[in-house]
């Protein structure tokens, strides 16, 4: 495919985005507007109140992104003109039936008739978030969205994000194909998952906690552990994975003639080239580890340094899915729907290169404390679980025993000391918890169709191979310099 033909389907097309305000879906939108200025408009959904609020969301969570600098650069002084043209936030909710549209002016039915293209973003990326907001938005969200794209005329693609950890823990070695889920389908392949029950359990749950008088933050843990409970029954992991799993299921199983196209990315990190490389916005899962090291916060944490971490960069993510939606698009005969968006298969890296590197870096260019001095780290190790339970216990639960004893001899004058490192312990353990399925993943994606794809486009500035990734140059020039510029926001010694 000619790259002209990527910039002739776009140009004059509507597209509509949900999750708008998420990391990707922030990159994938950038790219259309960068590159292709006659696209006809974007309808971004947002949740908010009303549509004066969800256009303030616009102005504040998307366009005043450093993200958009060199767009902005680009249009000089009709920047905001322009994106008063091209782009419309909306205010709806994909947990809510027809996204919690209303028909003032009519717009329901404005955005059905002029959409050609929905790009299905949103979710809650949450290891551990409740059990009913995360099937809200991640599984009944993905029938909401279904259910517009029927009503859509004119609509040539619905691409979904979901993730390529759908595939549920991996401990034993084996390769994850690009295949859909079937309805009911589980991870153990030993019992049968009905999505209704699930439903119907969760609200028993709900009700009886509310007849308990739980609330607040007990709720919460109490719906959190339960999402975690009914995910793990079934193989899953945590109940992000499970409950986007079931939102392909509901996907694949009623798409009828909707032309589907999933993207599932693995961990997602920086951009390496576009719009600039090194942009990052929040932690991405090993980053926790990569932040805290460079901290000083910890030298040791769970995993196997011979595990694969699926790393992407953003825009390699963003890149494929444009050369997806135009291509399903073009060609609307095509058998593969499914695209593993990942490195793990054709250009592995390790967890025993992310301590590597993030020794290397913090050895150079340690991070200077808001006092300017240097912030010293010890050497960065994973530790299989025994050893990791070892290293806890002699480097922080014993010091933390005889903290506590002195507390309580002086009659609690460190309470605040005591606390804050015991919060700290907890927050690594907690890490090393939702971590741990994948620092010991012993599985690698498949993205056949994904080289296909890539092979069959080569598209100019649609770069998606992930064996042009110089891993190195990568995380020591790209990625760890903009984690600490965009994220952890402290100055590294030069």
């Not at 996204?99 to 717009?107: A, H, K, Q, R, V």
């Not at 390529?164 to 079937?182: I, L, M, S, W």
């Not at 250009?347 to 404390?369: C, G, T, V």
């Amino acid at each position: 495919m000619e790259l002209e033909s990527a910039q002739q389907f776009l140009k004059g097309k509507t597209i509509l985005v949900t999750g708008a305000t998420g990391f990707l879906a922030k990159v994938f939108m950038e790219k259309l507007l960068r590159t292709q200025p006659d696209l006809k408009k974007l309808y971004l959904l947002l949740r908010a109140s009303d549509s004066a609020s969800a256009t303030q969301r616009l102005h504040d969570d998307i366009m005043g992104k450093q993200l958009f600098k060199v767009l902005r650069d680009q249009m000089g002084t009709d920047f905001d003109s322009f994106i008063s043209e091209k782009v419309e936030a909306i205010a709806g909710d994909v947990s809510l039936v027809n996204l919690g549209l209303d028909d003032e002016n009519n717009i329901v039915k404005k955005i059905k008739e002029e959409i050609d293209v929905i790009v299905s973003s949103a979710a809650t990326t949450k290891f551990d978030e409740r059990f009913d907001v995360a099937m809200s938005t991640n599984t009944m969200g993905a029938l909401h969205i279904l259910n517009i794209a029927k009503s859509c005329p004119k609509l040539r693609a619905l691409l979904h994000v979901s993730t390529a950890y759908v595939c549920g823990e991996a401990y034993n070695e084996r390769v994850v194909k690009e295949e859909p889920f079937k309805m009911g389908q589980t991870v153990k392949g030993n019992s049968k998952l009905d999505i209704q029950s699930e439903k119907e359990l969760m609200k028993k749950r709900m009700e009886e906690l509310e007849a308990e008088n739980v609330s607040g933050e007990a709720l919460t843990s109490a719906m959190r552990e339960y999402g975690i409970k009914r995910a793990n029954l079934y193989g899953w992991p945590n109940t992000y994975v499970f409950t986007k799993a079931m939102g392909e299921m509901i996907l694949t199983t009623y798409k009828d003639s909707v032309p589907l196209i999933i993207i599932r990315p693995s961990m997602i990190t920086s951009t390496i080239r576009e719009p600039f490389p090194g942009w990052i916005e929040g932690f991405r899962t090993i980053d926790s580890v990569i932040g805290s090291h460079g901290k000083g916060t910890i030298s040791n944490f769970l995993g196997d340094p011979k595990t694969i971490i699926g790393v992407i960069p953003v825009d390699m993510v963003t890149n494929c899915m444009v050369a997806a939606m135009v291509t399903h698009s073009i060609n609307k005969n095509l058998e593969n729907f499914i695209y593993h968006v990942c490195s793990s298969s054709r250009n592995p890296l390790r967890l025993s290169n992310i301590s590597e590197f993030s020794n290397l870096f913090f050895s150079k260019h340690p991070l200077i404390n808001k006092s300017g001095m240097p912030i010293m780290t010890r050497k960065l190790r994973f530790l299989a679980d025994l050893d990791f339970q070892t290293h806890m216990m002699i480097q922080h639960g014993l010091p933390l025993k005889v903290l506590n004893l002195v507390n309580e001899v002086f009659f609690h004058s460190f309470d605040d000391g005591y606390s804050m490192n015991d919060n700290k312990v907890k927050l690594v353990i907690m890490m090393a918890q939702l971590y741990r399925p994948y620092v010991f993943f012993k599985a690698v994606f498949d993205d056949s169709n994904t080289e296909k794809l890539y092979m069959t486009t080569k598209m100019e500035n649609i770069e998606f191979d992930p064996k042009t990734i110089d891993w190195a140059d990568y995380m020591m020039n790209v990625h760890i310099p903009g984690l600490i510029k965009f994220v952890i926001k402290l100055s590294p010694k030069l």
